[in-house]
């Protein structure tokens, strides 16, 4: 995949839709009866990416507060989505040490790589981080998906799109925008911004609610590269 070009037309085609009014607004983000959840591979940025990623939602925050801002404990890109959030799902109708153990055997065959954060993209109800990754972290994807096929553990891996990005959602919308040319301009202003370069040298197997809040999401393994 083309990732630049892939990230430039999501934007270019979002911008259009923000600007016209024509976004999309997440209205399950406050409700008590999103009882969505799931099992995610995730990776962590680490804490000087953080902060820069913060510095950028700071000034956002300052022109329109009430949206969705990422806090830094829930921060992550998406490996995989093992088992996609739904309604009902639960721990206890999985063996957790046979997840583990698959996903074990699959990155005991990968070493740490680096990924960056380089400027921002947007989606009709979202704004997001481009991530750029080495062939190291579709390596382990395609390794994962070849491994969970040979079992009959439950998982939905796919299912909703066969992931080849390294992104992370940092903004959602959850109300009418109160200023969304000024949101644009900040958006543009951050188009190319280096945000930082880390090291994965650890993953999650994580039990997740859809947008991996703190307070919902348990650690289920932490696993080294």
Not at 4 to 24: C, D, V
Not at 157 to 183: C, E, M, V
Not at 199 to 211: A, G, S
Request: some cysteine; proline content about 2%.
């Amino acid at each position: 995949m083309d990732l630049p070009a892939h990230y430039n037309k999501l934007y270019q085609e979002s911008k259009a839709k923000i600007a016209g009014g024509n976004y999309e607004i997440d209205e399950l983000i406050d409700s008590k009866d999103d009882c969505r959840f799931g099992i995610t591979l995730v990776i962590r940025p680490d804490q000087s990416t953080k902060a820069n990623i913060q510095h950028f939602l700071d000034e956002v925050k300052a022109i329109d507060p009430n949206q969705y801002y990422y806090q830094n404990s829930d921060l992550h890109i998406t490996v995989m989505s093992i088992i996609s959030c739904y309604v009902g799902f639960e721990l206890e109708q999985i063996n957790i040490q046979e997840y583990v153990k698959l996903i074990e055997d699959v990155l005991l065959k990968h070493r740490s790589f680096k990924i960056q954060f380089k400027g921002l993209t947007a989606s009709p109800s979202c704004i997001l981080l481009q991530g750029f990754l080495t062939d190291t972290l579709n390596e382990i994807r395609d390794d994962l998906r070849i491994g969970f096929k040979t079992t009959d553990l439950q998982q939905s891996i796919d299912k909703r799109y066969a992931i080849q990005t390294a992104h992370s959602t940092i903004i959602r919308f959850k109300q009418a925008l109160k200023n969304k040319d000024q949101l644009l301009e900040i958006v543009e202003k951050y188009r190319d911004f280096d945000f930082g370069t880390f090291d994965v040298q650890e993953m999650e197997l994580v039990y997740n609610d859809w947008y991996q809040r703190k307070k919902f999401v348990k650690k289920l393994h932490e696993f080294r590269l």
